[in-house]
């Protein structure tokens, strides 16, 4: 009776680890893809998070004046304020084609759908590009991830939210 029990033991013992065995496998097999997805995540949000920072740091070929204080000009509805010469007048269009040529010569490039904006409240200024395909109720479809930042900008009018998505 002994050996009968010593026997069953030993086939339960054999079955648990055979079990355990089959988990570890499974998850060592599942665990790459959940890597990956967390990886390209947090380069997508780290990506769009250097790109506002660098983006509003940048200053206007011709003056010293940084990216970030046109688009407050533009939020204020400053006017017929002289850039770069009497053509650039319009701080809203002076920032669009900066922030459309930083786009256009980085995301574009690496083949990255994004989509640009910067408002105050509801009251949308800059949207690149003009019909953006990279929203967030595109995920799902073409989409993967869909990873924002954003930047809030104070201006005499209100905060000025800029924020740049990132789709892959």
Known sequence: MNKKSQTEILGLAII???????IVLSLRFMRPN????LKDAFTDS?????????MLKTTLDCKDIELKNLLQDCAEGA???EYCGPEDRFPCEKAKAII????NETLTK????????????????????ERPTCTESSV???????????????????????TLAICR
């Open 16 to 22: 648990v680890v055979i079990i355990i065995i089959g």
């Open 79 to 81: 006017q017929n304020k």
């Open 34 to 37: 959940q890597t990956q997805e």
């Open 46 to 54: 780290t990506l769009a998070s250097n790109m506002l920072n660098v």
């Open 140 to 162: 799902g479809t073409r989409y993967q991830t869909y990873k924002f930042q954003s930047y809030p900008l104070p201006t005499k009018r209100g905060t000025m939210e800029i």
């Open 100 to 103: 459309s040529l930083l786009l």
């Open 110 to 129: 690496m083949n990255r759908e994004y989509s640009f904006e910067a408002k105050i409240q509801r009251d949308v200024k800059i949207t690149l590009p």
